[in-house]
């Protein structure tokens, strides 16, 4: 499980595998926020990761408009 302090969103997220609760054979990813949980299956947790590191490289390096 990883833990990630995020102080914006009102605590720490977690970050652990589940199985899927009509499934126990199938493993899902847990995402669980304050106040809310996740349940994504492997390939949506990996297009999250990416869309997180890309928001991530945006935020560092925003883009400059060519004009004002």
Known sequence: MAVIDARFSGGHLEVTTAPLPHDEAEQM????????????????ARRLA??????????????????P
Do not use: F
Request: hydrophobic letters at 55%; zero cysteines.
């Open 50 to 67: 990416i869309a997180l590191i890309e928001a991530a490289s945006d935020a560092e390096h925003p883009t400059v408009p060519d004009w």
């Open 29 to 44: 990813v847990e995402v669980t926020l304050p106040m809310n949980v996740a349940l994504l299956a492997p390939d949506e």
